[in-house]
């Protein structure tokens, strides 16, 4: 089994993640599972690819093992580019938001602006060697068309996912903390994300 580097801090992308790829001949691992920490990549590009590109690299560069990372940027239909959050979702007027001023932002612009519907785009990129690189990032990668509404979930949160909170799918009307794991976890990793390392010979 290849062992390969999911190059990510947030603990609930990389249990999702996992549990995707489990059916995979891989075992992912984490940075918590390495022996030193490596410094913080750069994330200034200007898409979610360069960005992803940027991590992997860095962690690949640091550790010399094979590793990936992803990125997305949220897009909303209908509101002027000032607006669209992009690769900065939880960057907004130059700070970087917690969890709740997240939700306050995001709740107060579906409050202004009525439901809003959005997408993710997301990125791949894997670095097996520095003559080997591997990206995605396509409509196939993307996420379903999804709410954005002003009134968060009542129940209870997970950490590292503060928009779930606030998204409600098209398909069945409920928000996204009331669907099962395994839809959850598609919606964190889509198809496209898994097909991408289908499709390769690791």
């Known amino acids: 089994m290849k062992k390969i580097l999911f190059g990510t801090g947030n603990p609930a992308k990389l249990n999702a993640m996992r549990r995707r790829l489990s059916e995979l001949d891989i075992e992912v691992l984490g940075l918590?599972?390495?022996d030193r920490e490596a410094p913080?990549?750069?994330?200034?590009g200007s898409t979610p690819l360069e960005n992803a590109r940027q991590k992997a690299l860095c962690y690949y560069d640091f550790y010399q093992m094979p590793v990936f990372s992803c990125d997305?940027?949220?897009y909303f239909e209908g509101l002027p580019q000032e607006l669209q959050p992009g690769i900065h979702v939880r960057n907004v007027g130059g700070k970087c938001l917690t969890d709740q001023e997240m939700l306050a932002y995001y709740g107060g612009l579906a409050e202004k602006y009525g439901n809003l519907r959005a997408r993710y785009r997301h990125a791949v990129c894997l670095v097996m060697d520095r003559e080997h690189i591997y990206e995605a990032m396509d409509d196939s990668?993307?996420?379903e068309v999804f709410l954005i509404t002003a009134?968060?979930?009542a129940g209870v949160r997970q950490k590292g996912f503060p928009l779930d909170s606030l998204s409600?799918?098209?398909g069945t009307g409920k928000y996204f903390y009331e669907m099962d794991r395994e839809r959850?976890?598609?919606?964190a990793v889509e198809d496209g994300v898994l097909n991408?390392?289908?499709g390769l010979e690791l």
Do not use: I, K, N, Q
């Open 40 to 44: 913080s990549p750069s994330e200034d």
């Open 196 to 198: 991408f390392f289908r």
């Open 151 to 153: 009134v968060p979930y």
């Open 32 to 34: 918590a599972d390495m």
């Open 168 to 170: 409600v799918s098209l």
């Open 184 to 187: 959850t976890d598609h919606l």
């Open 141 to 143: 990668t993307a996420s």
């Open 72 to 74: 997305s940027g949220l």
